[in-house]
């Protein structure tokens, strides 16, 4: 397994290097290779092809072909990685058995005057037992001569490249480092790209904590760095002014180190969200939403959010003061509730999260009474048609193009009751509040990958 990690991390250098000095920016992506980890998750790995004005240097050449021994070899590494490791879980289950063996010839040859054929027959079977990991101790000996084959041919790859580098010297350094920096910025827009796509299923509830009344709501921040993993937690749905926060989530799990905030206005429904380092929510028997600093505990901005319902005038199915419900997603933050003038059917809009100015509205013509609750990703709306268990994600609207569709994405409602369903697109999981459990749902997302470069 050293050896494999060793050869893999001499791969990425190589492959990298040559990457940064001779991709173009007008290639598109592709997927060259992909593998199943132990664990179960789904490995891939999308590289630019190298056809570009490069293409035409005898040292690009030589560059592709290295680049194409180098994927060739990732190949096999990957399958001997795999092989290796379920060969090694093998040789540990058979561990066992030979302590078993090697304490009955012990006693055998300690006795040999007690050793009858029942005794003899048993040790037979034991042997038996162990037949299968001949071939497996065989296939380690085949993999270590090709881990070693592979090393050398690794070495004399990366000496091709070094001397191709060497040679680039007479290339001007600053329409290199131009590239270098045209490709970090496509390389951030595929990524940003590659994080959105359509909703086509959700895993199992995985419960994290339960604690609290029926009804209520609880989240992580959706724009802040990865290591920050504070969580906020909200029991109740209406007349409530105590935030807890927790430091992390295993503080929540634990229910330890935490601080409270005491917002000055109360709240009304569950749809709260944490942006930025802000909470967002509807303030209690009115239409205002309120943007509360939590390092500064204060409020920065309130506004009225002029004809929606509130008061449990327009609420999804479950009531609970659950007329204004706040999103976010990879593009930013959304309100969804509707009006008089939208004859109770769900309106999404578009908010800037500075000033709560609204940006752009949608009615989906989904009527917000027969909804369980929602959320959404990448710009669509997708709907629960109940907040019970039997729910299913049954509508689906789609901002970009102002169309809708209806869906039958299973979703499993483990506590029969949900209040409050999120979308964080930092963590790329459902939150929910579902009958005083505190429970997260992963989604699995489609994408399309386009060799033009797009997305």
């Not at 190298?50 to 680049?67: A, E, I, K, N, T």
């Not at 634990?254 to 967002?280: D, E, I, K, R």
Request: charged share 20%.
């Amino acid at each position: 397994m050293r050896f494999l990690a060793e050869l893999l991390l001499l791969l990425i250098a190589v492959s990298r290097a040559a990457q940064t000095l001779f991709q173009s920016p007008d290639e598109g992506w592709q997927v060259y290779t992909s593998a199943q980890a132990p664990d179960g998750k789904c490995l891939c790995t999308a590289v630019i092809p190298v056809q570009g004005s490069c293409s035409r240097d005898l040292r690009s050449r030589q560059l592709r072909q290295l680049m194409e021994k180098v994927q060739n070899i990732s190949q096999s590494m990957e399958v001997l990685d795999l092989r290796t490791y379920r060969d090694l879980q093998y040789v540990r289950n058979t561990e066992s058995l030979m302590k078993g063996l090697d304490s009955r010839l012990k006693v055998a040859s300690e006795s040999q005057k007690n050793l009858n054929a029942k005794s003899f027959q048993e040790l037979k079977d034991k042997m038996t037992e162990l037949m299968p990991l001949i071939p497996v101790l065989d296939q380690y000996k085949s993999d270590t001569r090709t881990i070693v084959q592979l090393k050398e041919e690794v070495r004399n790859l990366s000496g091709n490249l070094l001397q191709i580098q060497e040679e680039m010297g007479a290339y001007d350094y600053e329409e290199l480092q131009q590239r270098v920096l045209i490709l970090e910025a496509r390389l951030h827009a595929c990524m940003q790209k590659l994080g959105c796509g359509k909703l086509t299923g959700v895993s199992n509830p995985i419960t994290i904590r339960a604690s609290g009344s029926r009804f209520g709501s609880w989240m992580t921040d959706t724009m802040v760095p990865s290591s920050d993993s504070r969580v906020w937690y909200m029991d109740g749905y209406y007349k409530g002014r105590r935030v807890l926060e927790y430091r992390t989530l295993n503080d929540f799990i634990t229910g330890q180190n935490f601080v409270q905030h005491l917002l000055p206005h109360p709240w009304a429904g569950t749809g709260h969200v944490v942006y930025n380092g802000s909470l967002y929510y509807n303030k209690y028997q009115s239409n205002i939403v309120v943007k509360y600093h939590f390092r500064s505990r204060s409020v920065v901005v309130q506004r009225s959010l002029n004809t929606a319902g509130y008061n449990n005038t327009f609420p999804y199915s479950w009531g609970g003061f659950s007329d204004i419900d706040f999103m976010v997603d990879e593009n930013g933050l959304w309100a969804v509730y509707t009006t008089n003038q939208n004859a109770g059917n769900i309106v999404v809009s578009r908010m800037d999260p500075i000033t709560l100015e609204i940006l752009r509205s949608w009615d989906t013509g989904y009527p917000k009474r027969s909804a369980g609750e929602s959320f959404i990703i990448c710009g669509t709306l997708y709907v629960t048609n109940s907040h019970l268990a039997g729910a299913k994600i049954y509508f689906a609207y789609y901002t970009n193009t102002s169309t809708y569709e209806y869906t039958d994405i299973p979703f499993h409602n483990q506590y029969s009751h949900i209040s409050m369903l999120d979308y964080n697109p930092r963590e790329r999981v459902l939150y929910t509040w579902n009958n005083g459990h505190q429970v997260i749902y992963n989604v699995t997302l489609f994408h399309v990958i386009k060799t033009s470069g797009e997305l």
